[in-house]
């Protein structure tokens, strides 16, 4: 039998959450759209040919066999979000803010582009970035070659 290989991709990013219901209202405050097969323990949104999930995070310990910290801090982790132009940058980070988020960095001229940062409500860090280097495809998928 052949030896299984790693493709290079994610299929899931699951976030451990200390409140599925508060973090599910920030994610579709943000316009976010459930994936049907969603439940009140496992919520699943759509990225576009990947997707993120909110699950508890003391299920996910549970899971895993391992002890849930009471406080984890800066994790060395950021999703980003690339915006479509420098201008909707801050827009989008007041939209996180309305939604329950905590901004981190306001939009900021970076010597790529522009950026900023929020916090969902367990304080998963998102880049919002805009750097007109970056291409798409008619859909707004990244192109990475």
Do not use: C, M, W
């Given at each position: 039998m052949k030896q299984a290989e790693f493709s290079q991709r994610?299929?899931?990013?699951?976030?451990?959450?200390?409140?599925?219901?508060?973090?599910?209202?920030?994610?579709d405050a943000l316009g976010w759209k459930r994936s049907s097969d969603s439940h009140?323990?496992?919520?699943?949104?759509?990225?576009?040919?990947?997707?993120?999930?909110?699950?508890?995070?003391?299920?996910?310990?549970?899971?895993?066999?391992e002890p849930t910290k009471k406080?984890?801090?800066?994790?060395?982790?950021?999703?980003?979000?690339?915006?479509?132009?420098?201008?909707?940058v801050q827009s989008l980070l007041d939209k996180a803010k309305l939604a329950g988020g905590t901004i981190v960095k306001n939009s900021?001229?970076?010597?790529w582009g522009t950026a900023g940062y929020?916090?969902?409500?367990?304080?998963?860090?998102?880049?919002?970035?805009?750097?007109?280097k970056f291409e798409f495809t008619d859909d707004y998928k990244l192109i990475t070659e």
């Open positions: 994610l299929h899931i990013i699951l976030l451990g959450v200390s409140n599925i219901e508060k973090s599910t209202e920030f994610y009140a323990g496992f919520v699943k949104y759509d990225l576009g040919g990947i997707a993120i999930a909110l699950i508890s995070i003391h299920d996910l310990s549970k899971d895993i066999g406080s984890i801090g800066f994790r060395g982790t950021a999703l980003i979000y690339l915006a479509r132009s420098a201008d909707q900021t001229r970076t010597e929020f916090k969902d409500p367990d304080g998963y860090l998102f880049e919002v970035d805009f750097e007109e």
